[in-house]
């Protein structure tokens, strides 16, 4: 009984069907903003200290980057799935089912990356190879690899947990434990890969360990937080009625999403197989420019995953002119701040590739620059997308969000890279993107924008 009261208490002052929008969506976001820099953060500080062992390091790592993905996008379709389910149940005032939920959410994405990190292990170095690895390059894959897949599932864990949390309107929490997680991370990387104060000189296997290490800490603090705090961790989680019950919610949205999430690496992967025929800088260069990108742009993701829970209770709650609201101030933002970080790095392209770049790689420095300059102009219309993706998941309505994907990677990108390759070589490549961002990002929002006058 006492921990039903205390789920009841944590999910009405988490209600957000009720107040201003703004001061809502200003309050989720901004712990959101330093939650998902820390995240990304993992990956910029292994790139920038990567870097530092020279370009063929680099460009092993940039290799890894769909396979990771893939393991992030499938794990991420749980996470996203959680804070809809979640929300809704908040919104609609079932807080058995928001503990139960949860409980049965940790399960199964505790199983599932049991099951990929063993397939992973499998199909390393077949898969690789596939995707245009060298023999050069296949050892430093493998040493970092091997490390990142044994680790995978507690790596897996903090993005779901985090993700029930952030549904009752707390993300603050989340932040925190992540920040504590960056900096471990921070601290290990150096010591780690170039063998500081005693221990071995590690390289890649170094930068893999120090992430699986910074990820336990953020796992148990998750989980410490779940169970101890919110009271959203129930004991009897395995009654087989109710986790039918349980997959059948968190399956309806995971799995559309999960299969969201993998076009994106799988049209990497092509990418980087297109960039190989190039040489190994051109595919290091495109691992900076898309990991800078990813650090410019954790403000939109921490605004998508911001409003997803006030999506997600006013949708639950029938108060569809909240739901657009939330909407116009969300992509509004998003915007402006496209516009922004693409001019800093247009106008900044040669110093801030520079920064990743040993003083011998030229190469290096002019893809970067190139890369910016064809489609850092179309950030805006692209991250249009993005938005509307997540705002159709927190609707429950993944479905949408899939076939904006497939039209825009599989259809759209893909294509227009292959050609853009024959045609005009790295140039054509870049060009294939941001062809896709422009189109894509405009025609949808129009068409989206009509169909969510349906519900006001």
């Known amino acids: 009984m006492a921990d039903a009261d205390t789920a009841l208490k944590f999910a009405h ?27 990304i953060s993992f990956q910029l500080v292994d790139t920038f200290y ?32 959680m804070s809809s389910v979640v929300s809704r149940q908040i919104g609609e005032g079932n807080h058995d089912k928001v503990r139960r939920i949860t409980t049965h959410g940790l399960i199964l994405t505790f199983i599932v990356g049991l099951v990929m990190a063993g397939l992973g292990l499998l199909f390393m170095q077949p898969l690789f190879r596939m995707m245009g690895a060298t023999e050069l390059m296949m050892p430093m894959i493998i040493d970092y690899m091997m490390i990142w897949f044994i680790g995978s599932i507690l790596i897996n864990l903090p993005m779901v947990g985090n ?13 925190m434990i992540m920040t504590v997680a960056v900096i471990v991370n921070v601290v290990l990387d150096p010591i780690m890969i170039f063998g500081l104060f005693g221990f071995p000189r590690m390289e890649l296997q170094g930068a ?49 999403v999960a299969l969201t999430g993998v076009i994106q690496p799988v049209t990497n992967a092509v990418i980087i197989a297109l ?6 800088e051109a595919v290091a260069a495109y691992g900076v420019a898309t990991r800078l990108e990813a650090f410019a742009f954790s403000i939109i993701m921490a605004i998508a995953a911001g409003m997803s829970p006030i999506i997600g209770q006013n949708f639950g ?11 116009n101030l969300a992509f509004k933002f998003a915007v402006t701040w496209s516009l922004f970080v693409g001019a800093v790095f247009i106008f900044f392209a040669e110093p801030i590739a520079k920064l990743f770049a040993e003083s011998d790689s030229p190469e290096l420095v002019a893809v970067i620059v190139i890369y910016f300059h064809v489609v850092a102009l179309t950030y805006a219309p692209g991250n249009l997308v993005q938005g ?13 969000s899939l ?3 497939v039209v825009r990677l599989l259809i759209l990108q893909i294509p227009l890279a292959v050609i853009g390759h024959h045609a005009f070589g790295i140039n054509g490549i870049f060009a294939a993107i941001a062809i896709t961002n422009m189109v894509t990002g405009l025609g949808f929002h129009m068409y989206n924008r009509k169909l969510c006058r349906q519900y006001t």
């Open 50 to 81: 990567i870097s530092m062992l020279g370009s063929e390091p680099l460009a092993a790592v940039t290799f890894t980057f769909p396979v990771t993905f893939t393991f992030f996008s499938i794990i991420m379709g749980f996470s996203i799935a």
């Open 163 to 175: 993700s029930a949390i952030r549904a009752g309107g707390d993300t603050l929490v989340p932040a």
């Open 13 to 39: 002052k988490g209600n957000l069907t009720e107040g201003p929008i703004k001061n809502h969506l200003l309050r989720l976001t901004i712990p959101m903003i330093w939650g998902i820099f820390a995240v």
């Open 317 to 327: 709650a029938k108060n569809y002119q909240r739901v657009n609201n939330t909407l």
């Open 388 to 400: 509307w993706g997540s705002a159709f998941n927190a609707m429950g309505m993944p479905k949408r």
């Open 403 to 405: 076939v904006m994907i």
């Open 275 to 280: 960039l190989a025929t190039y040489s190994h």
């Open 208 to 256: 893999a360990l120090a992430t699986v290490i910074a990820n336990s800490a953020a796992m148990f603090a998750g989980l410490y937080v779940l169970y101890f705090k919110k009271k959203m961790i129930c004991r009897d989680g395995l009654h087989l009625n109710h986790f039918k019950d349980s997959l059948k919610r968190l399956g309806f949205i995971a799995l559309p």
